[in-house]
């Protein structure tokens, strides 16, 4: 299996740009995750799907951040409109997940390093 | 809630030293624990898990980490360090509930030199 597979792999943009990052998970992974990485704010996790459906968004900054899912190898995360602040790295990652007290590992992606100017 | 905290955001050891990065856990139900590396401009990698079977866990690499209920500890440690274990480290737990949610740690980077 190729891995969880992140495009782009680095994005530059303009302040109030559209950026749109994608996602292919690992066939058979019924979860996805996407994270934000920030040196102030380490790790965070901003969603998660199970079967392509959003379970948790909590983690989603404001809304200008979305997030979609629609089939089983495919999930995107939009800003817009991009600020500066937004600037990160963008890890996707996919787990089978067994359930309620599922220990099943994430796997991640390379990231995808934005930098909004 | 749980919660992971790692002391030390940086550790410097020389190659062929213990390694030792620390993790404290806060959960009010028994936790799963997880120790990743992230080596520069890459994804994190699992490096072992616990999930309450053996205390002592053994993942690749050479590193290996004992979960201490006692202590609420779970620290990451390696015999002999090598110039390639230079990465950032993080120790995560599972969030109550279960659906795999993880809290990551702030990482630790670890610096090797010669």
């Known amino acids: 299996d190729a891995g969880v597979i992140q495009s782009p792999r680095h994005e530059v943009t303009e302040m109030g740009q559209e950026v749109t990052l994608r996602c292919k998970p690992i066939s058979g992974h019924d979860y996805l995750f996407w994270y934000r990485q920030t040196m102030m704010r380490g790790l965070e996790l901003l969603i998660y799907f199970n079967n392509n459906v959003p379970i948790d968004d909590s983690g989603m900054p404001e809304d200008r951040f979305s997030a979609k899912m629609p089939n089983a190898s495919f999930s995107t995360l939009k800003i817009q409109p991009s600020e500066p602040r937004d600037s990160a790295v963008y890890f996707c990652?996919?787990?089978?997940?067994?359930?309620?007290?599922?220990?099943?590992?994430?796997?991640f992606g390379p990231g995808t390093r934005l930098t909004v100017l | 809630a749980q919660s992971v905290t790692q002391l030390g955001s940086h550790v410097s050891v020389s190659e062929g030293a213990l390694v030792l990065l620390r993790c404290n856990y806060s959960s009010s139900v028994p936790p799963y624990l997880f120790w990743y590396v992230q080596y520069p401009n890459q994804g994190l990698q699992l490096l072992l898990k616990y999930t309450s079977a053996a205390t002592l866990v053994k993942g690749i690499n050479g590193f290996e980490a004992e979960f201490k209920k006692s202590e609420t500890s779970f620290h990451l440690t390696k015999p002999s360090a090598h110039m390639s274990d230079a990465a950032e480290y993080f120790c995560?737990?599972?969030?109550?509930?279960?659906?795999?949610?993880?809290?990551f740690g702030a990482g630790t980077r670890l610096a090797v030199h010669p």
């Open positions: 995560a737990v599972t969030v109550s509930g279960g659906y795999n949610k993880l809290i």
């Open positions: 990652a996919s787990s089978r997940g067994l359930g309620a007290t599922s220990t099943d590992t994430q796997y």
